[in-house]
């Protein structure tokens, strides 16, 4: 392990003299905010410098390599899985501050954002010129588009639009030495030499601080309707799933609760729910009006002919986010239930996800927890929340994690689908990935960081 420096009071006031005016933070209240992101990790940091200026994010990495200290990007902080957590001290770099839209060209479909744009701000200002940014990552009123581009978050849309890295087209980065980087193109096309834009998305401020992104937009649907459709089992749900895309439907979003959410979420839903451990599908399309109106018809039609027990239809505006709402309180609500809680967020192909759902119950028994399982049944990305009712059952609970996601990877799948592996999911790498793999990624490291100095310790085991 690389042996990093201290914040001396020496090095504290070269930082000083070399950033904007009010960059660096020392309250107590911000550096307890820092320590912390939703995956429930704690790491308080040395110092938290708010970069206003691309010039205060060279400046801090230039120091970075010749004082030897950390620096770990954070964007929203809304991530699961520490990655913008300081484990090894140093500085927390806010991107927060770097908030500028630079400018929308609705002509070319494109938008310059700057990395501490909040997600749903990028979103409002594409509809604003009757265009549209797909990515819908949960969190959108606290997540940056930074951080999306660092994780390549994904979201329920992933299903027809596809996730983050689908939407950049190019990327403005600090180098761990400092020096500026501009990746990419601004048409739809373009080979030039490797790809750094998709190197640089998803790597999780490992290998540069991404302080400015070019976004393709798309025409924005002029419609969008949802619907519920509830199942007596898992089974049936996803057999409706299968059959509604094998006929040549793609919503724009498919997601699944289990009978566990749904038995912390249930009240909030219209109808009754059948059986004992029923499921339930969220539908939703969009585009033209005259065509999704009779096409949602049609799929709550398949869905009643794979058992759906129960179908509504979203009548208004106000309904459909009634049905969102559903599906945003599930993650709250299993988070208050249970005193230990994993969140893990694995990918299955769509056709092994009935048979991921229907094993849970016997890890249940065996490992005595409670798995609570949502998420996006249209990509096959399943939100697994492992929960037991005493902390001190970490160590029998983590067992339980890693023979869950052994169990993934022997159905052809993934262990992390949209939530990045940061410090929460390091240990668990070596199951996916093989030693040639994982010696080739750390060279890469090696090559953009060599003093190891930029969001040192996650990702690799």
């Known amino acids: 392990m690389t042996s990093y420096s201290p914040l001396t009071p020496a090095i504290r006031s070269v930082i000083a003299q070399h950033l904007s005016p009010g960059a660096i933070v020392t309250d107590a209240q911000t550096i307890t905010d820092a320590a912390t992101d939703a995956s429930n990790l704690c790491y308080p940091p040395e110092m938290v410098v708010r970069a206003q200026t691309v010039a205060n994010v060279q400046a801090l990495l230039r120091l970075a390599n010749h004082y030897r200290f ?83 978050a994904g979201g329920p849309a992933c299903v ?69 459709c509830a199942f007596g089992c898992m089974g049936d749900a996803m057999r409706a799933v299968a059959r509604i895309m094998a006929e040549g439907h793609l919503p724009s979003a498919i997601e699944f609760l289990d009978h566990r959410c749904l038995e912390l979420v249930g009240e909030m839903l219209p109808f009754a729910l059948p059986g004992t451990r029923p499921s339930l599908l969220l539908i939703e399309l969009d585009g033209l009006e005259a065509q999704i109106v009779p096409e949602r018809a049609t799929i709550l039609e398949l869905a009643r002919a794979e058992g759906a027990a129960t179908t509504f239809y979203a009548a208004t505006e106000d309904e459909r986010q009634q049905i969102w709402d559903v599906r945003r309180q599930v993650s709250l609500r299993i988070h208050d239930h249970a005193a230990l809680y994993i969140p893990e967020d694995v990918a299955v192909p769509l056709s092994a996800i009935a048979q991921l759902v229907d094993a849970l119950p016997a890890y249940e028994q065996r490992y005595g927890v409670d798995i609570f399982a949502f998420g996006h049944a249209g990509d096959g990305n399943i939100h697994l929340n492992i929960t037991a009712q005493h902390p001190n059952r970490k160590p029998e609970v983590m067992a339980g994690v890693r023979a869950l996601l052994q169990m993934v990877l022997s159905l052809g ?49």
Do not use: W
Request: glycine share 14%; aromatic share 4%.
């Open 70 to 152: 950390p620096v770990i990007p954070r964007g929203g902080g809304s991530g699961l899985a520490g990655a913008c957590l300081a484990d090894r001290g140093g500085v927390v770099l806010s991107t927060r501050g770097l908030n500028v839209i630079r400018g929308i060209d609705p002509a070319n479909f494109t938008m310059e954002v700057e990395a501490g744009v909040i997600s749903s701000r990028v979103r409002q200002a594409a509809i604003e010129h009757n265009l549209f940014y797909p990515p819908d990552p949960a969190g959108m009123d606290l997540s940056t588009i930074g951080g999306n581009a660092a994780t390549d």
């Open 160 to 228: 027809k639009y596809g996730t983050t890295r689908d939407y950049i087209l190019g990327l403005e980065a600090v180098l761990p030495s400092g020096e500026l980087l501009n990746t990419g193109v601004r048409t739809r096309k373009g080979v030039v030499g490797y790809d750094l834009t998709n190197l640089l998305v998803g790597c999780e401020g490992t290998l540069a601080v991404i302080t400015a992104l070019t976004l393709k937009l798309i025409p924005r649907p002029p419609a969008t309707v949802g619907a519920l």
């Open 413 to 461: 799948g993934t262990i992390s689908g949209e939530h990045g592996i940061g410090l929460a999911k390091r240990e668990f790498v070596g199951m996916e990935l093989p030693p040639g793999s994982i010696d080739l990624q750390q060279g890469i490291k090696q090559l953009f960081d060599p003093n190891q100095i930029l969001n040192p310790g996650k990702i690799f085991p």
